[in-house]
Every structure is written in C-alpha cells, then in structure tokens.
T-cell receptor
Framework: DAGVTQSPTHLIKTRGQHVTLRCSPI?????VSWYQQVLGQGPQFIFQ???????GRGNFPDRFSARQFPNYSSELNVNALLLGDSALYLC????????????FGSGTRLTVV | AQSVTQLDSHVSVSEGTPVLLRCNYS??????LFWYVQHPNKGLQLLLK??????LVKGINGFEAEFKKSETSFHLTKPSAHMSDAAEYFC????????????FGTGTRLTIIP
C-alpha cells in the first residue's frame, strides 16, 4: 500500500509569490492534517480537514489556506510568501475516527529566497 | 491547552549502552502520548503511542515508554543503543477527547558514539 505522498519534494520560490503543496492520504483515510517544521524546531500544527471540512486551525496568518477534495487529497496554499515561510511542510493522514493514528508523509521542503 | 517539554535538546550515548530521552506533558484532558523519530531529511515515523491502555508501551526497534500520571512524564528508553538510532526524537501529545491536533516537543537529538 502506498503511504502518504506529498508533492513536490522540494520547491524554491521568491518572496511575494504563491505556492501550492499537495498531499494524497493513505487509501481509506479521511482526515488530513498539515504541519510546518522550521529548521531545528518541532512541527507546528497548521490545519486539519476531515470529510472536506476544516476541523482545526493553528496559529498561522490568513495567508495560509487549505482544502480537501472529494477523494480526500488536500492542498495547502500559501500567499505572499515571506522568508520565514521557509520550512519542511508535512502532511499526515488518519482514519479520523477518534484517535486512530497518524501517518506522516516525507514532506515538501520549501525555500523562499 | 496541551504541551510537552523535552528536557534534553541533545543526548549522547555509547553504542550498546541504555538510552533515556525525557518528556513531561501538560494536558487538560486525558492525553494520548506518542514518540516519533525523524532521521535526517526524512519524514516522521511513529515509534510508539499511549492511549489509556497499559502504562508501559512497547514500540518498534526495541524502544519503550512508561506513562506516569503522577509525574506527568512519558520517558522513552531503550536497553542498548544502536548506531542506526541516531536521529531526532519528538515527544507528542494529543487531546484524546477534543480534536486530533498533535502538539510536538522541541525535539531531542540522539547521537550514538561508536
């Protein structure tokens, strides 16, 4: 079985640009969460989606948005990129029924220059 | 509100000696607790989880952790370190009865000395 897949694996953008990161959950998983991991720190929660609805949002500015599609895949969008947005962006999927366990993808490394 | 504190940012042990990575938690509800490992330039891998069953939890690769409510601790141990254990380890708490947001500690870098 395929695990959580994220694309692209690496990305370089210029300040002020927009970026879209993609995540495909494990088959059968209906919940997708996004985390930001800045170098040297632990991951920080950005969003959680379940059945295409937002279930939780972390302390991130409105430049960050996300959505979940009918096939449960998800996109994370970041507008007006800042240098501080440079990080590893991790996607995690779960069944979404109570705590059922999260599986993380390998992440997208975003560098803003 | 929930949080975890990893008491050591860096731990070094010799190969074949025991490993102890310390974690204290704070949670308003009965918590779920996890340890994840991250090897360089890799994603996160679940080592073990506590979700209110046995307080001594066994995980993969010989790791285990004990949930101690009175001490609000969830320390990770391994009897004998292997070179492949060198990585970053994260203690994580989830509010079991709320949403499924994971709150990560700041991480402990484990170095294995040959």
């Amino acid at each position: 079985d395929a695990g959580v897949t994220q694309s692209p694996t690496h990305l370089i953008k210029t300040r002020g640009q927009h970026v879209t990161l993609r995540c495909s959950p494990i088959s059968g998983h209906k919940s997708v969460s996004w985390y930001q991991q800045v170098l040297g720190q632990g991951p920080q929660f950005i969003f959680q989606y379940y059945e295409k609805e937002e279930r939780g949002r972390g302390n991130f500015p409105d430049r960050f948005s996300a959505r979940q599609f009918p096939n449960y895949s998800s996109e994370l969008n970041v507008n007006a990129l800042l240098l501080g947005d440079s990080a590893l962006y991790l996607c995690a999927s779960s069944l979404g029924q109570g705590y059922s366990g999260y599986t993380f993808g390998s992440g997208t490394r975003l560098t803003v220059v | 509100a929930q949080s975890v504190t990893q008491l050591d940012s860096h731990v070094s042990v010799s190969e074949g000696t025991p490993v102890l990575l310390r974690c204290n938690y704070s949670s308003s509800y009965s918590p779920s607790l996890f340890w994840y490992v991250q090897h360089p330039n890799k994603g996160l891998q679940l080592l073990l989880k506590y979700t209110s069953a046995a307080t001594l939890v066994k995980g993969i690769n010989g790791f285990e952790a004990e949930f101690k409510k009175s001490e609000t601790s969830f320390h990770l141990t391994k009897p004998s370190a292997h070179m492949s254990d060198a990585a970053e380890y994260f203690c994580v708490v989830s509010d079991r009865f709320g949403n499924e947001k994971l709150t990560f500690g700041t991480g402990t870098r484990l170095t294995i000395i040959p």
